[in-house]
């Protein structure tokens, strides 16, 4: 379901496997190294993850170390409405303490 | 269980019930107040055996229950602890409880949880210490990760360490994790490596490596194999978290905040555990095979009738195959070589398959002889005997539904033995034997049949008071009466000579209801004594669906089938070689003399072969003693199913059934001991 | 069919399967007639009486024939391919009756069968539950599950003869 966030700041979608990751980490890169529109507020970038239309490992792990990176800059990264197949994929993979929630989006 | 543990399985099995008898006897031997100093050693060391070959062999149930037994006998031997009467029976129920779990894994008999429970929770009394839920069963699965249960799962901590290019060789790693959750409760926890600039990031490389901790029911060659694929020996780790350790540490699973971590792409196994499949070690084997045996030790509850069905279609396929085998040797081996090659090798998949479900309702006999020792201490100290009891041939199996039917009658033999066989300690000093009495408990296999036998050291039979109890009880007896058919005067109803009626038998129902039950199962029951040196009485059963391997041998124009374990050798004798003396004819083998049998006569048949010379003389083990047979024409060795006689008609004497021939006849299956009996009734011939 | 005989039940008639032994007609409780075969391949048993002719393999399952001609000392013994079988569940066993010949099934009613005569029948009076007629024809109802459990048949052991033991 899609939940009502503030200030979402950037969509993602597509294939996020194997397959796609590449294409993907084009635009990571550019919102990590602070170009392509996307702003945050107060520090905290909302990622909308509904339109991702497949996941895999290595889309998480893609993700992740993303995230991880944007913290190192300061920035906190939200991923917010998880389809129920990322959301399950997050967890059978062990990943889910990677995606741990802050206080006020639920992941999981 | 892979072909590489599996012997090794056998071995532990036979050893710990070896294992587990010793404490036992040894426990039933001691004497609380002063407990010998050697015993308590040997008690330790057979529970510590015990416990190691559990763990080795991922027995968690059995390893976590013995290791507290242990651990307090370690206590008692050091003298940290003083060894009570009731601690003695705590340590006997707890024993009883490991030889249960024993059955379980062995034999995948059910185990009653609440017996362990409550043995476990008896030690745990005793050592004063509070409960460790870990040992009981666990009822809440979420809280089944760090404790054991009993029921047979084991704790593995599995750590994945893929490659870098896992993803470049398009390995998908999701049904990996989807096949642990299937085989129990899996945890997983997943390591990145930490990156600070995302621009170095490698999309198409693996960062992950994932610490699993897995509680399943599972072995190990199953786990090894789902990675199989995957991985490389260098990939995986698996290990087994040893149960005992689990009381001393907390669950060691490392918390995984991996935010905070640093460089954590070769993760240190911390918790301890015998690292049983490593590099270069156990590999996984055979290309896609998964293990044969199934993954639990826990057990189905399926109903006899159903069990009984297979047993019988069993049966119709051995019966079928052997008539295709008949029709198939018709053809010539050469023409028709790959239809010979394949009944070779239906008969190889027919006796395996056979052999396998006539497993299902085997069980070894120790499931009834293990109550006596107990019952032979508790009853010797009540009528103020001593006596040992010696158990032989405890893991002959039998088939359930007699072990059940036998339980009865052998109590009986057993107290009987106990109550009129063995003598008092001052009668038996007096008559120049030990004071204490031996009964020994034997059972073993043979030829089609199995037989048990009491024996006892005591003072015999009084034959003259049998002839005189059968003279005031209206039986028609007479002095001539061979030693035999005195004994078999004690199995008429009512029959007791017992002077005073105690409560353990010689109320006079005992012996007669012994028979009939014996008799029920189609066995019987005989008995040999000599006055003074002691008594042997023999129960021989049939074994139900036998399939019996035989030899079919022609008399006139009937066919036979005589058990090949019972068949010693065959020869055509010289007329020097026969004797015949007032109608009964012997047979010189080896310097002895050996009886003949006609079975032209016994049954009674016509045109059979009348002069021994001209005919086969089959030489027979019949219950220890030989006797020859004379038959036509010795025919063919077959694999034969016994089918019952009593089912429609009747025992026939003389025989253990019949069975079915490959051309649809039936053919009389002799039981030679029964025949020795027939013929010894009518000594005429 | 059905239909009819659940009037038939309700009303108390009961089906008999007829059998031909010597001259007179049988008959027995149709539900206890498992199959009707012929003679064939009959292991004999030795010393057993003469009315016991052998076992049979009746499809894996050893079932013992008796012959009723023979028992009975009625009609002529011969067997051929007309020679019949029939294959009864009495006492909890599978035993087979060789017979002169099978007729029909018929139903009676309770008042188409008398009560049976003191003296006269092939078959002893003590398993003859009484005479029905049917189609002008007498038959002689037969209770066969009393008839094979009779001490004469041999069939059940009872424990009469453990003791034949002690006395020899």
Redesign the interface.
């Known amino acids: 379901m899609k939940t009502e966030h503030t200030g979402i700041a950037t969509n993602l979608s597509g294939d996020w496997t194997?397959h796609g990751?590449?294409q993907?980490?084009q635009s990571?890169?550019a919102i990590?190294?602070g170009v392509g529109g996307v702003i945050p507020q107060n520090n905290r970038l909302v990622v909308d993850c509904s339109g991702i239309k497949e996941i895999?490992?290595?889309g998480l792990?893609?993700l992740?170390?993303?995230v991880?990176?944007?913290?190192?800059k300061g920035l906190r990264a939200e991923l917010v409405n998880l389809s129920d197949g990322m959301r399950s994929?997050v967890s059978?993979?062990?990943?889910h303490?990677?995606f741990e929630p802050s206080q006020d989006t639920a992941l999981l | 269980m892979s072909a590489d543990l599996s012997q090794f399985f056998q071995v532990f099995f036979d050893e710990s019930t070896e294992h587990l008898a010793e404490m036992e006897r040894i426990l039933l031997s001691i004497d609380p107040h002063a407990p010998d100093e050697e015993e308590l050693h040997a008690v330790f060391r057979a529970a510590h055996s015990i416990k190691g070959g559990a763990a080795t062999f991922g027995f968690g149930d059995m390893a976590s229950t013995t290791h507290t037994l242990e651990s307090l006998l370690d206590r008692v031997r050091h003298q940290e602890l003083t060894l009570t009467a009731e601690m003695v029976d705590a340590f006997l129920e707890t024993k009883d409880a490991i030889a249960m779990l024993l059955a379980g894994h062995r034999d995948n008999t059910p185990v009653d949880e609440a017996v362990v429970a409550s043995a476990c929770n008896k030690l745990r009394s005793i050592e004063g210490g509070e409960h460790h839920p870990a040992v009981e069963p666990v009822t809440d699965g979420a809280e089944a990760l760090s404790t054991k249960s009993p029921d047979g799962t084991t704790e593995y901590r599995i750590v994945f360490t893929p490659p870098a290019d896992l993803?470049k060789r398009?390995v998908?790693?999701?049904p990996l994790?989807?096949e642990l959750?299937s085989l129990g409760e899996l945890s997983?926890?997943?390591r990145?490596e930490?990156?600070?600039?995302?621009?170095t990031?490698d999309?198409?490389q693996?960062?992950?490596c994932?610490d699993?901790t897995l509680l399943s029911a599972a072995r190990l060659e199953e786990l090894s194999d789902i990675f199989m694929f995957v991985a490389d020996e260098d990939e995986i780790e698996i290990q087994i978290v040893e149960p005992a350790s689990l009381h001393k540490e907390s669950p060691a699973l490392p918390e995984?905040?991996?935010?905070n971590n640093d460089n954590v792409s070769n993760p240190s196994p911390e918790s301890p555990g015998r690292r049983l499949y490593d590099k270069n070690e156990t590999a996984p084997n055979a290309f896609g095979r998964r293990p044969v045996d199934g993954t639990e030790s826990s057990s189905i509850r399926v109903g006899v009738s159903k069990v009984d069905q297979l047993i019988?279609q069993m049966?119709?396929l051995v019966?079928t195959q052997a008539m295709l085998a008949q029709t198939a040797q018709q053809f010539d081996p050469v023409l028709y070589e790959s239809l010979h090659r394949g009944m070779a090798l239906l008969q190889r998949n027919t006796r395996d398959l056979q052999e396998s479900v006539m497993s299902i309702r085997m069980m070894p006999i120790s499931f009834i002889f293990s109550r006596f020792p107990r019952l032979v201490h508790d009853l010797a100290a009540k009528l103020g005997k001593q006596a040992e009891l010696k158990l032989v041939g405890e893991t002959t199996e039998l088939d359930k539904g007699l072990i059940e039917k036998l339980a009865d009658p052998l109590t009986h033999l057993v107290r009987n033995s106990l109550d009129h066989g063995i003598e008092s300690p001052e009668e038996r000093r007096q008559a120049g034997k030990q004071p204490g009495g031996t009964i020994i408990l034997r059972a073993a296999q043979t030829g089609g049949r199995i037989v048990i036998e009491v024996i006892d050291d005591g003072a015999g039979l009084n034959r003259s008071r049998i002839l005189q109890k059968a003279l005031e009880n209206g039986?028609?007896v007479s002095d001539e009466m061979s030693d035999e058919?005195v004994w078999?005067?004690i199995?008429?109803?009512g029959f007791s000579t017992a002077e005073k009626v105690t409560d353990v038998s010689g109320r006079g129902v005992g012996m007669d209801v012994v028979?009939?039950n014996v008799?029920a199962m189609g066995g019987r029951v005989s008995i040999t004594s000599e006055s003074g040196k002691g008594s042997r009485v023999l129960v021989s059963l049939p074994l139900t669906l036998a399939i019996l391997d035989g030899l079919s041998v022609r008399v006139g124009s009937?066919t036979f089938i005589v058990p090949l374990n019972s068949i010693i050798e065959s020869l055509q004798p010289q007329p020097d070689d026969l004797n015949t003396v007032s109608g009964n004819t012997t047979v010189r083998v080896r310097g002895e003399y050996l009886p003949l049998l006609r079975l032209n006569e016994?049954?009674?048949?016509k045109g059979a072969v009348a002069q021994p010379e001209q005919a086969v003389v089959m030489i027979v083990d019949a219950e220890g003693e030989q006797v020859a047979l004379l038959v036509d024409e010795l025919l063919n060795q077959h694999q034969v199913v016994i089918?019952?006689?009593e089912?429609?008609?009747?025992?026939?004497?003389g025989t253990a059934g019949?069975t079915?021939l490959g051309d649809?006849?039936?053919?009389?299956i002799l039981d030679v001991g029964d025949l020795v009996h027939l013929w010894r009734?009518a000594p005429q011939i | 069919m059905e239909e009819m005989t659940s009037t038939m039940a309700e009303s108390g008639a009961r089906e008999y399967l007829t059998f031909t032994l010597g001259k007179e007609e049988y008959g027995m409780d149709i539900l206890k007639v498992q199959e009707i075969r012929g003679y064939d391949?009959v292991?004999?048993?030795?010393?057993?009486p003469q009315f016991l002719k052998?076992?049979?393999?009746l499809r894996?399952?050893?079932?013992?024939i008796i012959d009723m001609r023979i028992k009975f000392n009625l009609g002529t013994v011969a067997y051929d391919e007309f020679t019949v079988v029939i294959i009864i569940n009495v006492l909890g066993?599978?035993?087979g009756m060789v017979v002169d010949g099978v007729s029909d099934v018929v139903s009676l009613l309770p008042d188409q069968i008398k009560p049976p005569p003191e003296f006269g029948t092939g078959i002893d009076t003590q398993y003859i539950t009484g005479i029905g007629t049917s189609n002008g024809q007498m038959l002689i109802l037969t209770d066969i599950e009393k008839l094979m459990g009779g001490a004469d048949m041999?069939?059940?052991?009872n424990?009469a003869d453990?003791?034949l033991?002690?006395?020899?």
């Open positions: 194997m990751i590449s993907q980490v990571l890169m990590s190294n895999d490992i290595s792990q893609l992740y170390v993303w991880q990176c944007l913290q190192i994929t059978k993979v062990g990943l303490k990677l | 993803f398009g998908r790693v999701e994790f989807e959750v997983v926890t997943a990145v930490v990156f600070d600039d995302f621009n990031y999309p198409e693996c960062y992950l994932w699993m995984t905040d991996s935010i019988n049966g119709e019966i039986l028609a058919e078999q005067l199995f008429a109803p028979m009939k008799q009937e016994i049954y009674s048949i089918k019952s006689l089912t429609n008609y009747r025992k026939v004497d019949a079915i649809g006849h039936v053919a009389l009734k | 391949a292991t004999s048993i030795a010393n057993a052998g076992v049979i393999n894996g399952v050893i079932v013992p066993r599978v035993i041999q069939l059940v052991e424990s453990n003791h033991d002690l006395a020899a």
